[in-house]
């Protein structure tokens, strides 16, 4: 008890600054609200396609990076495992489920082997963090993308567990209360809810005294230490919750896209997260879904587009890269901080009558 | 507040847009692999497609056909994703896809889940694709890695007296096939295979690989493909490699033979087997040799078509001819267009196709040797021509599945 009293009265004063109020920021930001409503009733407005190819996979791709933001943005550790971790638990519903590839997995229900896969997954990438945390920095990218490479090979020439590069295919998906959950409408708002579980769970914890610790310990962790905070704890506990929050997004993946391969948790696949994180912006828990959003757009239509300009096609990914690097190249903490400045220099204009201090 | 309502204006048009569908259109998805190792096979994949568009028009009856390409990696997940763009999104009737094995594995199961469409295999030779639970939407005009073998054991063990080879090939499902036909034959005459390595797709270091190779074998055959065989065969050239050679299908084409730097020079004088032979004197192959040389100028496409362009040629061929059969027809849920493909023969240029009962090719197969035609070009002579070869290669189907479904270590070397 008196670690948590600790931890509040040694950090708030700076969180006090940033954040006004204790209760949850979007109460009072009506942009948020516009963007819960159209969330909402998305599935009105948008095709099949885009309903679950843009949408979902944005939201999926952004629990992946939400787990990295998390780490990255209150915990200093950058770890390129979380897309690893995120797979690890889709191939482990497919092992433990049913699929394909009958003489693999063990046909398990679903309620089953999603738990299963929840619970090794977390356990896997709390290992993976127990290792990772002993390093700092750079080293820690390097660890954690040791094991991502590692997974991803094992992946690859694994056949008895993993299926090798085929993978595993025709992963089933599940049947309740009467409802296909992998039809269109009830799978997109599968992973809304989700996502948005995701999204306060992260937010809550970042002002819990767990989370205002583990921002004192990667602002000072001598000083945490000093104080009598158990620093590798706390990050190792901030890895399983990190871990925890990315296995939910593979279980999405695998009911989203059927299949499982080594493909999907490739080295690229795992940069693909932090790029996503990068983009969106780590100082803030919506910035990978922002992120997600404007990769997943860009990977979808750079093809299209560069051929409705009349040019060479093959070149899309020239364009994805372009796009990333104006990106980071004008606002080195993302699209989040593109948003906020850009809000900050209309400000005294704009806002100048109605005194404008209403959500910060 | 007007910002928010522009930015929400501009989300609906965003959306609209794509709901707009054209009435006299038949729309056709095509996938190639135009990113990865396999790159270069997609886009020569590609120039098929299109020398087949030049040839035959783009008209059915009165309908035009629109075509709408999206790129894939080799990997499963990238088919899957690219064949959901195309139906989802861009509302595609036909697919023409994938390219490569473990794809085609992951886009026939995926086609289960749309019985509606139609799903015509672009190049990809996996033999599950159609030999293990098939999918009734997916018909196959090329031959799968097995058929494509089928004669160079043989010639292997009897003209060149190889006795014992070892194999070097690529971890999946496409190799597994080829080498499992290799294998079939080679042993079945009385040879050995005495060393099987598969190597990850897209290695790109092979010193570990060539170190490994043994001495006392005949030759040895390769089975890799894309910028993997370039790679191998630069390191085995730089490590004094002297071994004879003999090539899988995509190992020994024109994706390899022309390719830049003179590493590929270790490969004349190695014997393959594969779905074509770029010199065989065959009017009908002459004709699209030409058809492909006309259609691109000489820097942007190889100097005679490879197997990819072959296979994309044959199975656009197919979908265009069995449409027009029909009209145009794809009512009720295209069940005469089905009808039509599964029973269509086409005059393709690699040799007479006609599908069997599991929708999969029965086509002729070509044993070749790598010539160069004194002007630093490397070609595949025809040594040997096999018409009709079906997927269970001759065997009867109940021995053949005994046999198993190809992997590492299926087929066992031994006369089944």
Known sequence: MSLAHDARVAVRPADVAQRPARTWPEINNPAAWIVAVILLIMPLIASGFF????????????????????LAGYGGMVSLMQLTIAGFSAYMVAVFGVSGNANISLGWPWWLAVPMALALAT??????????????????????LAIGAAFYYFTNQNWAIFNGHTGINTVATPHFWGVNWRADIPFYYVVLAVAALCYFAVEYLSRAPFGLALQGVRDNPRRMAALGFNVNAHRVAAYAFASFVAALAGVLQVWNYRQISPGSVSVGACIDVLIIAVVGGITRPIGPFIGALIFVLLRTFALDFLVRLGLDGNRFRLLIGLGFLAIVFWSSDGVIGLWQRWRQSRRPAANRPGGGRGHG | MSKCSVGLLALSSFFLSTAAIAQEKIKVGVTATLEGTYTVLGEDGMRGHQTALNVLGKKVGDKELEFIVASTDATPDSAVRAVRKLIEQDKVQILLSPLSGDEGIAVKNFAKTHPELTFINAASGAQETTYVDPAPNFFRYNMDGAQWQVGLGKYAFEEKKYRKIATVGEDYSFIYTQVFGLVLEFCGAGGQVTNRQWVPLGTKDFASVIAALPDDVDAIYLGLGGADAVNFLNQYQQAGGKAHLMGGSIMIDQTILSSKGNAKNALVGTIAASGQADTWEDPGWQKFVKAYQDAFPPNKRFPSPSLLATNYYDSTMALILALRQVNGDLSNNQAKYKEALAKIEIDAPNGKIKLDSNRQAIGTNFVTEVVDDGKGALFSKVVKVIPNVNQTLGYDPAVFSKIGLPSRTVPECKKY
């Open chain 1, 51 to 70: 309903l679950i190819e843009i949408f979902a996979t944005t939201l999926i791709l952004g629990i992946m990076a939400l787990s990295l933001m998390f």
């Open chain 1, 123 to 144: 356990a896997f990438g709390t290992l993976g963090g127990a290792l990772a945390v002993r390093t700092e920095g750079i080293y820690t990218i390097m660890i954690t």
